[in-house]
């Protein structure tokens, strides 16, 4: 139980500037990415898997968005969202959260 | 689990008390889905009966990420087919270039991950007492229905085709049969023949399919009937992804593909089945093999149910995909009205996903219908041009109160300048989105 009381503490400072409400539409948001994306890591998938930090995530779809960072659809689909709503994506899919969680299995 | 609850005070609130991030993400990993989570239902929350109507992207997708999101739910998925024969790709099929197997599917993994999946036909609904009817007359009691039941061929809107003229002109836009019936035709197709290509006025299923289609079967006759022709009868001016089409068709077949348009008269009004004709408002066109896509409408339990307006498709509240027309009934994928979300199988599938968030939440918080989760979707559709080329559409959609609408800057097509190099990465990406989402929803 201790461990899992200062798990949650660690956990909640990681996510703690990803307000409630977006954390909530980016639930519900990122239901869309995984038409084509796997969350996990997942061998010989042609799409990349959204298992990555969520620092690295998120700057990678801003780069998207500003057009620095080249792709097919990518660079359409990431115009589509505001800063805010990309680093709520990247917070969602965060690899480091995810391995948290399935401490707890 | 506990913990997961436990930390999402504030989001919990907004979003359910079974909605945590664990599940949701699990829901679209396939080898976790069914078998990582705990059954136990949240404090709280009433088990509830979810029927889904339709197992194809739509349906399927709901019905499964409904059972690993909210597994305390008894969700049962009615489907007459035991075997799910896949759109996407299909053209492919038809140009000799797939196995139709390839494209088709089973329910056992659904059925594993939790899924009540009973493989009956749903001959009614009564919205009213809320229970559907099954073809054996036992009736299933729902709590929220979801009804996902596709398209329906019109077979009685163009003069002359009907369910035998379908059976010697395929329509091939339910795959299957179908799609070996016009492949068939094709390859017995003599030497210098003519293939004609009749589209719809919109709205229908897969907007850039016809023309994918045409791509595909100019690249079969190249290779085993260089001198034929193909020559498409369209019911619209305009079409999708019109420039990057024209481009293709130029650069690979030449003078294979004839494209004419409502303004030429190119409608077609009238078909002879029998003898493989063809009438528009000007020209009675005979030729060799005919592949007449006729109107289409929400598949017929749609208006059993009550759920579709006079247009035959069915009118949503955007943000939940609930009903407009009866209470605890949502619509999704390509029957609903998602006004700019096309009818396509990625569609389908995020509106599945977001439909299965709403209906978990409606169903744990009687608030949500007022303040439902907000959320933005997208779509990606790629057509082949060629075996190993392929063009992209993207788009990004918010609901309004009163529909889903293009966020605008964003989305938008393939470039027109792109070198090959892009095409055969596109094409990579197509079958990387197949085989990813059909193995996210069946496998």
């Known amino acids: 139980m201790k461990q899992c009381l200062l798990m949650m503490f660690c956990v909640c400072a990681l996510v703690e500037d990803i307000p409630a409400a977006q954390e909530a539409w980016a639930s519900a948001s990122a239901q869309a990415c995984l038409g084509c994306h796997r969350p996990d890591s997942g061998e010989g998938a042609v799409i990349p898997a959204l298992d990555l930090p969520a620092e690295l995530l998120a700057q990678r779809m801003l780069a998207y968005r500003t057009g620095a960072l080249g792709g097919t659809v990518m660079p359409r689909i990431a115009r589509g969202y505001s800063v805010a709503e990309l680093r709520a994506l990247a917070a969602f899919f965060d690899r480091d959260r995810s391995r948290d969680d399935h401490v707890d299995k | 689990m506990l913990f997961y609850v436990l930390r999402r005070g504030e989001a919990q609130r907004l979003s359910g008390p079974s909605l945590n991030r664990r599940r949701l993400l699990g829901a679209s990993v396939f080898a976790l889905a069914g078998c990582a989570y705990s059954p136990n239902a949240p404090q709280g929350v009433t088990p509830a009966r979810v029927v889904v109507l339709g197992g194809g992207f739509a349906g399927a997708t709901c019905a499964r990420t409904i059972a690993a999101i909210a597994p305390e739910h008894r969700v049962s998925l009615i ?254 994928g390509d029957a609903a009205i998602a006004n700019a979300m096309p009818k396509s199988a990625f569609a389908a599938n995020a509106q599945a996903r977001l439909c299965a968030l709403q209906v978990v939440r409606d169903l744990s918080d009687s608030n949500s219908a007022e303040q439902p989760l907000s959320a933005k979707l997208l779509n990606t559709c790629y057509s082949f041009v060629k075996r190993d080329e392929a063009i992209s559409v993207a788009g990004v959609y918010r609901p309004t109160p009163t529909a889903w609408q293009e966020i605008d800057g964003a989305g938008g097509f393939s470039p027109i300048d792109a070198p090959d190099a892009v095409r055969r990465a596109e094409a990579r990406y197509a079958v990387g989105w197949f085989d990813h989402l059909t193995r996210s929803v069946f496998g």
């Open chain 2, 79 to 332: 489907e007459p087919n035991r075997t799910y024969t896949a759109c996407p790709f299909s053209n492919l099929v038809i140009a000799g270039m797939r196995d139709l197997s390839a494209q088709q599917f089973g329910y056992e993994t659904l059925a594993a991950a939790g899924v009540d999946v009973i493989h009956a036909r749903a001959l009614d609904v009564d919205s009213v007492r809320r229970f559907v009817v099954l073809e054996d007359g036992q009736r299933l009691a729902y709590d929220r229905l979801i009804m996902a039941p596709g398209i329906e061929v019109r077979l009685d809107a163009l003069p002359g085709y009907d369910a035998q003229a379908a059976g010697l002109l395929p329509h091939a836009w339910q795959a299957g049969a179908q799609t070996l019936l016009l492949a068939r035709q094709l390859s017995a197709m003599p030497q210098g023949g003519v293939v004609a290509l009749a589209v719809p006025q919109a709205p229908y299923r897969c907007p850039p399919g016809p023309y994918e289609r045409a791509s595909l079967i100019a690249a079969y006759l190249q290779q085993h009937n260089p001198t034929a022709k193909l020559l498409i009868l369209d019911s619209k001016d305009r079409f999708s992804k019109q420039p990057l089409f024209e481009q293709a068709w130029r650069r690979h077949y030449g003078a294979m593909i004839e494209w004419r348009g409502a303004s030429d008269g190119a409608a077609v009004v009238e078909i002879d089945a029998p003898a493989r004709r063809l009438l528009t408002d000007f020209d009675d066109i005979r030729v060799d093999v005919a592949n007449v896509i006729p109107p289409q409408r929400a598949g017929a339990i749609a208006r059993r149910a009550g759920v579709a307006d006079a247009s035959g498709w069915c009118p949503i509240e955007p943000a939940t995909f609930a009903s407009r027309l009866q209470d605890h009934v949502h619509v999704i």
